[in-house]
């Protein structure tokens, strides 16, 4: 005897912008306490990746402080989850970082397939941010996993990874 299921995902461009108020959230006191970035380029990295993620083009989306030398003090990671009606949903915050003098913030964004050389050239004039290609090692290897949220609207859902 067999058994066939299948799923299908729903959401909106609304799921999406629900998930990504709370990512917003999430930088802005990102910017707010390690003083890293201002809140406005906070705000540019959020419309980007907002932007991208309501076109199918964003995979996950990479936080992570960095010391005056480059080294990883805190992280999180973004996940996109177009399956997630099964999450529970959590409030933005327990993103407190340390304000270090010296210290950067270093986002990395990382796409699906959808983002041809096409699309990224549709894309640029929207984008607030001139990205580049990026090497980093996001694998946060050096820095404890802390848990992490969800934050979903139906099937859409950003799961978040903290790392310190």
Known sequence: MSVAYSQTATFSVADVETAFRRFRSDILMIADSTKAITRQQAEDYAHDAEYLAKRDYL??????????????????????????????SSRPG???????????????????????????????????????????????????????????????????KDFG
């Open 59 to 88: 995979r996950k989306v990479d936080v992570t402080l960095l010391n005056g030398n480059g080294a990883e003090l805190r992280a999180c990671c973004y996940t996109v989850n177009e399956q997630a009606s099964d999450l529970v």
């Open 94 to 160: 327990g993103v407190l970082w340390p304000n270090v003098a010296n210290a950067r913030i270093r986002i990395v964004l990382s796409y699906t397939l959808k983002y041809t050389d096409a699309a990224r050239q549709a894309a640029e004039p929207n984008l607030k941010i001139n990205w580049v290609t990026s090497t980093a090692d996001t694998s946060h290897a050096v820095l404890n996993s802390l848990g992490g949220r969800a934050y979903v609207s139906n099937a859409y859902g950003l799961q978040r």
